[in-house]
């Protein structure tokens, strides 16, 4: 019976893309705030909760200026805050159809 064996060398190539090494996780474990995440919208409008709200309805209470004073003044009341976007609805006519578009209102936009 013969051991010798024969062995072929395979050359190594280098990976196309680099290899990264750090923790690159966007699952809802990872270690950034859910603040982090979100970006505040230049029409956002902040509303501190009344107290009257329960499951079943959303009651607003004083509003806000910022998102700092929201956070500032939810936090001193114990109570939570309110993030509001308002928009309009309007109908853009192309061709035989209609397409719903949804813009944003600032505050100071007419109705």
Request: charged residues 35%; aromatic residues 6%; hydrophobic residues 35%.
């Amino acid at each position: 019976m013969d051991s010798s064996a024969a062995v072929e060398e395979i050359p190594v190539s280098k990976p196309s893309k680099p290899i990264r090494r750090g923790r690159v996780s966007k699952e809802p474990g990872s270690r950034r705030s859910a603040g982090a995440r979100t970006k505040a919208g230049p029409r956002d409008r902040y509303f501190l909760a009344d107290g009257k709200s329960g499951e079943a309805h959303v009651s607003l209470g004083r509003e806000l200026a910022s998102d700092k004073e929201a956070i500032v003044a939810a936090f001193q009341e114990q109570t939570t805050f309110y993030v509001l976007n308002e928009f309009r609805v309007e109908a853009e006519f192309t061709g035989r159809g209609a397409e719903l578009v949804k813009k944003e209102i600032a505050k100071t936009d007419p109705q």
